[in-house]
């Protein structure tokens, strides 16, 4: 498991969709502000000072063109960035020195990013339902669901899982009353039917 | 009705939820991303040139310290920042600069900024659940529900209503078709209960 500090890699990037980042950093960094993990500490990294979306949005890198070795849990949006990335050996090898993060978390295509990087092989994993076929050879089997956890790496479905797989993990990190009381806040309504979901198993 | 070359202000400042913002700013700028609206256009407009969030996210404007009447669509998203801005006459006198706009729409605590800015005088509204009391004076009723349309005015609920009231208002600006489009690229399966929205009617 994480330690009870958590720290995060929240990795940023150009072309990026900004709903897969921010809709997993709002209930992950409710685990500080709302008090439940006070000492959980984040940063956004990027090889950039800048990360610009696709469509004229812009947000800063807190840490960037450093490796990513220091942290617990490394998160990987998506976007249309991912396609020319995940060939980009400068980048993988940046995203590579993550290698140490217990977790490694991706929402949309930024599994392609993780699989790009070597992390998902060998193991189950999702992406936009879209990219299936992009995903197949980075990984052993593509499951069709919105949230695979294969323990050590967890990946989601398109953009909007991004706030349910962000719920998931608090429940992971703070347990299930921790995970209502910051839906509540959220104020999210929504759960995923079960189905929808793949966890570690027998 | 709204021009088919809409102009959107996405309103940024210090302490807002960037979930408020981002999560209506993807369904409504996936209108061009997507080839809907081809002549959309917007700006994300502050008082300053950097918004910082209440937890150590920043993103950029485009478009800082100038008046908003250039609008078609004035977005409003909350934050702990608008506890201290609802009582600041020089962001009111700002925000009140798009008042000419023909459509006014907040996520959560953004509606005391418009209530602050008397844009919600004579109206029903609504804001995140637990601020219910601190919209009271500003508008004509609170009304406990995720989406209120007052037809010039759109008030949502909290955080991730954005969402909601953003693929709402896809479906107001370029219709069901387009919006089911949309939800479906944003991999949204959620629908709200039809008894959590108030629409224009007799």
């Known amino acids: 498991m994480l330690p009870d500090a958590p720290r995060i890699a929240f990795v940023a990037y150009d072309r990026m969709t900004v709903l897969d980042f921010i809709g997993i950093y709002d209930p992950l960094t409710r685990l500080k502000s709302m008090g439940f993990l006070p000492a959980l500490t984040w940063d956004v990294c990027a090889m950039q000072p800048v990360a610009r979306d696709d469509r004229g949005l812009s947000l800063n890198a807190t840490r960037f063109n450093e490796p990513l070795g220091g942290y617990d849990l490394l998160v990987v949006p998506g976007g249309f960035g991912t396609r020319t990335l995940k060939d980009d050996p400068r980048f993988l090898a940046w995203l590579q020195s993550a290698a140490p993060a217990k977790l490694k978390v991706s929402v949309c295509t930024g599994a392609l990013l993780l699989g790009a990087a070597g992390f998902l092989r060998g193991k189950r994993a999702t992406t ?22 294969e323990g050590d790496v967890v990946t989601a479905g398109g953009v909007t899982s991004a706030i349910d797989v962000g719920l998931y993990l608090v429940e992971r990190l703070a347990g299930p009353d921790v995970r209502r009381k910051i839906a509540r806040r959220m104020d999210y309504p929504y759960a995923m039917p079960p189905d929808s979901m793949v966890t570690p198993g027998p």
Chains 1, 2 share one sequence.
């Open 128 to 149: 936009h339902p879209a990219e299936y076929d992009a995903l197949r050879p980075y990984c052993a089997e593509v499951v069709a669901r919105r949230i695979v956890d």
